[in-house]
């Protein structure tokens, strides 16, 4: 017996009439009397269980502690599945989505849902290096980015920081707000020419086009793309940041540039239309 069990009045008295029963369903047919029966000489009978003793009897055969026996089991397997997850994670360049990693594994969604946020809650740990994000729609293990400096100095292949212009950062900005727009409305908004750095955009792959727009001309409409959201660590477009902020980043980035605001520009834009 447990030195914590506590031997409850009511369930020892059920567990004894329980096995009573049972030893009456396993009695012996009666039959011929043995000899020690004849000579008249008493019968040596096994002691009956004490009440701890059923109560061990009754716990040894319960469900906890049946599922307690399998725990260790259970353990190894979900360790298994986790690093399965890390080696899937790793392995790939592109995000992975959820359920392009749960067919992998040949797992439900939602249980590879639960061991992805205990893979990224172990990675999240100062002893990692490594990191694994979700962004644009999926999973990706990367390096950490206080990391990246050191890095670069054993790892030539290694992409560098993506470094833009006033320009290409600042229609890039107005496109991920105003998406999907067209060529002239940006240069309404920037109030200058754009093409060449559209162009640029285009070439790292950071915009794309969306159709045309219905209107007379039928202008290109141009979007950002999912590597947009790899470049800048975005899960979405829900994450991007809000005009304010994007303005404080712009003058930190760029402190000597006199020119005017997005913020202020998208608003008089808005204000016109």
Known sequence: MFPSQRVNSRQLKANTVKFMDELKEHELPAGPA??????????????????????IIDFSQSDFAQSALAQPANNEE???????????????????????????????????????ERLVAEYNKPEHGLTVKEVAGGYKMATKAEHHEAVRTVVRNLNPPLKLSLAALETLAVIAYKQPITAPEIMEIRGVQGAGVLKTLIDRKLITTAGRKNVVGKPILYKTTKE??????????????????????????????????????LDSQEEGQ
């Open 34 to 55: 043995d000899e020690d029966a004849l000579s008249g000489e008493p019968i040596e009978r096994a002691p009956d269980p004490t009440p701890e003793q059923l109560l």
């Open 78 to 116: 979900g360790s298994r599945k986790l690093a399965l997850l890390e080696a899937i994670v790793y392995v790939t360049d592109e995000p992975l989505t959820l359920e392009a990693i749960a067919r992998a594994m040949g797992d439900p969604q939602e249980e590879v849902r639960i061991l992805l």
């Open 228 to 265: 947009f959201l790899v470049q800048f660590g975005l899960r979405d477009l829900n994450e991007l940041p809000t005009l304010k902020e994007f303005e404080d980043l712009r003058r930190m980035a760029f402190s000597d540039s006199d020119e005017p605001g997005l913020e202020a520009a």
